[in-house]
């Protein structure tokens, strides 16, 4: 059967999350494509929203929520999938983003829902996994990827099925890193991980690291992501609703009672998404590895809790590629009709850069 695909206005889009969380019972998405997330302060992030969904025999099937960002006369208007189109309110960033199917027909109805709407508008689709770039150039006229981002990750049924020794499957110099942070640390006391076990207490401990980090980053000269007022407040909010329900988690890793670092990591059924974190750096120490020592506990526990994946999310930092045994790409792009002249423009100046830099 064909699914039907109808979009959209949304009048009230507190009115969805009935409908957004019964599909997500028949879905397998990460928690970027859950309610949790995408329906946190929806209303400041989605002035304008548009509502694709694609239902069969009175069923709905997929649901993707998009922010319409007006352009003027004569051009296609701007739909972003799970932003709001201002950096000022995207500064939480999303990943792992698409289109909210059920399992096992995420290809079919994501392409059924962007060419509902690609012949019409630009639509933007920032931190998409390859098969919704594929995807959107299965029905739009035109794609302009603007970024290509590494996301490793730990696959942690590949260690279990190798023994599930862990740190056997680094690398030598990786596997002396972590040992000799561990014992630096451990000369304070036994280290100890501990997870927030309430709503009131994550707060505490969201606050506490968002210090740890904006202190980090001050130190090399930059703002660090709770500069942004909203991303607190945004993460805030996230916990209010997903600590209930298991989808957000705050883990402190102490040595002796001083801590080493927090790590704020979002759930899901596909594992665990290490989204943030802020460690406790020694001046002039280079035995002491706070973010190898706590994610490396981390990655234990949810060894340990049987977790099918320890996600680090975008970004080819160095600690990521060292610890992780996998990676994905993730991709930031537009997609539209071959008309659009945003789109006829930026391919335009990708093709004179790539002249220049020869």
Not at 191 to 197: E, K, P, R, T
Request: net charge positive; charged share 20%.
């Amino acid at each position: 059967m064909t699914a039907s695909v109808r979009v959209s206005e949304v009048q009230d889009i507190a009115a969805l999350e009935a409908r957004w969380r019964a599909l997500e019972q028949r879905a397998n998405a990460p928690i970027f494509q859950s309610w949790t997330w995408t329906g946190c302060l929806a209303a400041e992030r989605f002035t304008d929203p548009v509502l694709i969904e694609a239902t069969e025999a009175g069923r709905t099937v997929a649901l993707a929520l998009l922010n319409r960002v007006r352009v003027g006369p004569g051009q296609p208007d701007l739909l972003y999938l799970g932003e709001s189109g201002d950096p000022a309110l995207d500064c939480v960033y999303v990943e792992h983003n698409g289109v909210l199917a059920e399992a096992g027909r995420e290809a079919a109805l994501t392409r059924a829902c962007l060419a509902a709407v690609a012949h019409r508008y630009v639509v933007v689709l920032s931190g998409v996994g390859g098969d919704v770039l594929q995807a959107a150039r299965d029905v739009a006229g035109t794609v302009w990827v603007a970024k290509v981002s590494e996301a490793p990750f730990v696959d942690l049924a590949a260690v279990r099925a190798t023994g599930g020794n862990y740190l056997a499957g680094l690398s030598a110099n990786t596997r002396q890193q972590v040992r000799r942070s561990d014992r630096h640390f451990a000369e304070r006391g036994v280290l100890q991980v501990s997870m927030a076990a309430s709503a009131s207490e994550a707060h505490r401990m969201l606050d506490r690291m968002a210090d740890l980090h904006q202190a980090a980053w001050v130190a090399r000269g930059e703002p660090g992501s709770f500069a942004a007022s909203f991303f607190r407040r945004f993460h805030h909010a996230l916990i209010d609703v997903g600590f209930p329900r298991g989808q957000t988690a705050l883990t402190e890793v102490t040595g002796g009672g001083e801590t080493v670092g927090i790590l704020y990591n979002l759930r899901d059924d596909g594992g665990i998404r290490a989204y943030q974190s802020g460690f406790a750096y020694a001046p002039a120490d280079n035995k002491a590895k706070p973010g190898l020592t706590c994610h490396g506990a981390a990655i234990d526990q949810a060894l340990a809790e049987g977790a099918m994946r320890y996600d680090f999310l975008a970004g080819g930092d160095r600690y990521k590629r060292s610890l992780a045994n996998r990676t994905e790409r993730l991709y930031w792009l537009e997609a539209g009709p071959s008309w659009a002249l945003r789109l006829l423009r930026r391919q335009v100046r990708a093709r004179l850069r790539a002249v220049w830099s020869r």
